[in-house]
């Protein structure tokens, strides 16, 4: 039966063609597209008296908040007069301040003041280059497009009481968005790359997850069977639905079988093509005497430093074509991931929520 199969122009089986309209891989740089979604920068709380640098898709930004109940402005990092970083300047009387010649400009970025000559007309072009930016879920978010595909992604448990926030940390990755993103969806890592803190190699059996593409992404479900919980051991399992709003948002649902949920927003930010940024905060339905944030914290910082050392080994670029990795029945929801992300870079799916 299987040679009635094969192609008899090219030999080839059907069966074992794979049909990948897309690029092999998936370079950030190369595609336009993915200017055009907000990604988080930081935690707002650490935009203070300082400019700050942060840099999303190879494109280097200062945020600064022009006093300390102001929104944070953002501009890119560099001036003008003579291409000076920005972020290494300072605010003063509610104006950034060029570390070179000391140029300032206001929150809207126009020019306030040139010292060495205070009451000549400004050069026309002297003002900064503004970016969108706006703080949402006690983070800042950048879009470096004035056309966004969508809103920042929705987080209804935020302001729900239900819901007590835990904010957690801002992680650095040597490794692309994707391959980040990628691991968040990947139940079949946690018994191997989290043997030490709550994965255990002899529970590696998993249950197929059902995956399901949305119109914000994906969305998918499934269990794992870990053998520890922030701050308490033993085995449990985790029942998980994860919501993948494109490119790179996750939002991670856990419910344990007593009950308690814990929620992972994991904001993941494409630095440039071959490093991401990882900011992230739990929401959880215990209080802080049931389990405190510190527990939770420090878990989650042993956790995603395990992701850490393992992902910072992967080679670049990623791999979006099937046929560059081996793919098994645990890689459903990576597949589905891979197909959407090929859709969203060769323009035939843009996501809405
Ligand atoms: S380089 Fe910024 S003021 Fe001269
Ligand atoms: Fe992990």
Not at 49 to 67: D, G, H, K, Q
Not at 92 to 117: K, M, S
Not at 143 to 156: A, F, H, M, N, R
Request: charged share 25%; proline share 9%.
């Amino acid at each position: 039966m299987r040679a009635a199969l094969q192609n008899s122009t090219t030999g080839e089986n059907p069966d074992r063609v794979t049909r990948h309209d897309g690029p092999d891989h998936l370079v950030v740089s190369e595609h336009p597209v993915l200017r055009r979604f907000w990604y988080a920068a930081c935690f707002a709380h650490n935009v203070n008296a300082e400019p700050v640098a942060v840099t999303i898709l190879s494109t280097p930004l200062v945020l600064w908040r022009p006093s300390p109940d102001a929104p944070v402005s953002a501009a890119l990092d560099r001036c003008a007069h003579r291409d000076a970083p920005l972020s290494r300047g300072w605010v003063a009387n509610c104006h950034l301040v060029c570390p070179y010649h000391g140029w300032e400009w206001d929150r809207a970025g126009r020019t306030q003041r040139i010292p060495q000559f205070p009451d000549a007309p400004h050069p026309t072009r002297s003002g900064l280059t503004m970016v969108s930016a706006r703080e949402r879920y006690g983070m800042v978010w950048i879009c470096l497009s004035d056309d966004p595909v969508t809103d920042i992604p929705p987080v209804p448990e935020y302001d729900d009481p239900a819901w007590r926030r835990v904010p957690e940390y801002e992680f650095d990755f040597d490794c692309t968005a994707m391959h980040l993103l990628e691991n968040n969806f990947d139940p079949g890592h946690v018994a191997f790359v989290h043997r030490n803190t709550f994965g255990n190699p002899d529970r590696a059996e998993l249950t197929d997850t059902e995956v399901t593409r949305e119109p914000y992404g994906l969305r998918t479900f499934g269990q794992v069977n870990v053998d520890s919980r922030p701050g308490e051991l033993g085995t449990t399992t985790r029942t998980t639905v994860s919501t993948l709003y494109a490119p790179f948002f996750g939002h991670i649902h856990i419910t344990y079988p007593d009950g308690l949920r814990h929620l992972m927003v994991k904001a993941i930010t494409p630095v440039d093509d071959e490093s991401c940024r990882l900011v992230q905060l739990v929401l959880r339905t215990d209080t802080e005497q049931d389990r405190p944030a510190a527990d939770i914290l420090a878990f989650d910082v042993a956790v995603e430093s395990e992701d850490r050392a393992l992902l910072d080994l992967l080679p670049t670029p990623f791999p979006l074509a099937p046929h560059l990795n081996v793919h098994a029945r645990a890689d459903r929801n990576s597949l589905a991931i891979r197909r959407l992300w090929t859709d969203l870079v060769t323009g035939r799916w843009l996501p809405s929520w």
